[in-house]
């Protein structure tokens, strides 16, 4: 069966850096565009970056860009979300999201707390 499990959160202070990763399975993962979105507390899911499915174009949510970094390994069906200069207001759980036209996966997510 589909399976998107998030892995890497975790309680970060602000200024450092985690790295999340999905591993996928039970589909074809190396057609599908992979995002990742985050729901904080008491706020609406929002996309936060995405890839392409041969990873040759990326699009980050202006809160993020250049301290997030979304990649891929089609080989091992998995992608990952860099995070680096992690902020008070990153705190949410990750999810990750596959998408093929109709088709569409989640994750089960993953929290990140950036916190002193």
């Known amino acids: 069966q589909v399976q998107l499990v998030e892995s890497g959160g975790g309680l970060v202070q602000p200024g450092g850096s985690l790295r999340l990763s999905c591993a996928t399975s039970g589909f074809a993962f190396s057609i599908y565009n992979m995002r990742w979105y985050r729901q904080g507390p008491w706020k609406e899911r929002e996309l936060v970056a995405s890839i392409s499915n041969n990873g040759g174009a990326t699009q980050y949510a202006d809160s993020v860009k250049g301290r997030f970094t979304i990649s891929r390994d089609n080989a091992k069906s998995t992608v990952y979300l860099q995070m680096n200069n992690l902020k008070p207001e990153d705190t949410a759980v990750y999810y990750c999201?596959?998408?093929?036209?109709?088709?569409?996966?989640w994750g089960q997510g993953t929290q990140v707390i950036v916190s002193s």
């Open positions: 999201n596959a998408v093929y036209f109709r088709l569409e996966y």
